[in-house]
């Protein structure tokens, strides 16, 4: 039991598993502000220019009585909405990560060397090289 606890303890404690619970906490607090954004700022004036419609107000009445049956299709656009707003900025996100991976990248490629010192002749040579052209030994 003392190995299995030890085990997780390392698991837990990996860079990676803390960084995707930052990573969810974030995310949810993000998709709390996008909720928001859709219910208290962008869903009024839309309902406003299309006759004064409450969007979370729309429902189909399945029954009637004191507690109705509905189907709530207005809270479907709003969430409907708030994910279109979320996936658009995850794509915005992804995008400028790819364009920072990319040019380091390039950076990195650019910084390595394309030549290097033979140690036996000091003749300069290919860095991918493993036998010196002009000596013929053995590079590490």
Do not use: W
Not at 33 to 43: A, F
Not at 103 to 108: D, F, H, P, T, Y
Request: proline share 5%; charged share 20%.
């Amino acid at each position: 039991m003392k190995g299995f606890i030890a085990e997780f303890k390392k698991f837990a404690m990996r860079g990676n598993v803390i960084d995707m619970a930052v990573g969810i906490i974030i995310g949810a607090s993000f998709g709390k502000i996008v909720d928001s954004l859709v219910k208290d700022i962008l869903m009024p004036p839309i309902g406003l220019i299309l006759g004064k419609v409450d969007f979370s107000d729309l429902k189909i009445n399945l029954t009637s009585g004191a507690e109705p049956v509905t189907i709530n299709y207005g809270l479907f656009i709003n969430a409907l909405i708030s994910f279109l707003i979320v996936a658009f900025a995850v794509f915005i996100l992804i995008k400028a990560i790819n364009k920072l991976q990319e040019k380091m990248i390039k950076e990195e490629t650019a910084a390595e060397p394309k030549t290097k010192i033979c140690p036996y002749c000091c003749t300069e040579i290919p860095a991918q090289a493993s036998r010196c052209p002009h000596c013929t030994s053995e590079l590490k």
